[in-house]
């Protein structure tokens, strides 16, 4: 079992990595004290469980597992904190640690990765207030309240922003569960900030054209029509 490590105290990091030696089939492939360096590790080493802490500086945790691909690990929370783990189980987490972390409480939790099914399909984690992006290079942290609207291609879903666009591997629908109530599909390939919509502009068919608050414009089905002029009334 592959693990990745990410907590931006030090000391806290070195604990863990210490206790999970006591585990013949748990290995430990990299650490990270940031969000940003904990995408790129997990991309890179992909691991099987990600043991992560949720108060860090800029994003949190839970921003950083809604960041994760949708064939992400495992995470398991890692906190000094209770007060999220009614987040961290609604939204399925393998599981929630306490720091301090005791050996006891660990076994368990390995115990718990051992007999998960990794396969499975993710979890929502809740909704998110930043998504971070990586891209040529570089990590941007994007405020989910600046995005206007999805498009989606295959497996990615390109993130529309003020004057400039992102990709993210993600799978629309699965980002859509992410981001929560605030964004509502208008086609099998688009869905719309609803803080951004400015105009709905009738098209031939029963079809539609979603004018945003910077200018752009997204596609609106027939099919999705119905379902945005309520959400808009709302």
Known sequence: MRALIVDDEA???????????????VEVVGEASDGTAALTLAAQLRPDVIFLDVQMPEVDGFDVAASLPDDAPAVVFVTAYDQYALRAFDAHATDYLLKPVEPERLARTVQRLRVSEHGAARASIGVPAHLMIAERGQTHVVRC??????????????????????LIRRTLTALLSDLGPTFVRTHRSAAVALDAVLTVRPQ??????????????????????????QRLQQ
């Open 11 to 25: 000391l806290a990091r070195s604990k863990l990595l210490r206790m999970l030696r006591a585990f013949p089939d």
């Open 145 to 166: 309240a600046d995005i206007e609207w999805l498009e989606a291609a295959d497996n990615y879903v390109t993130i529309h922003l003020p004057g400039r666009s992102l």
């Open 204 to 229: 031939g068919k029963g079809d539609a054209t979603v004018v945003l608050r910077g200018g752009a414009e997204a596609p609106c089905s027939r099919q999705y029509r119905e379902a945005l002029m």
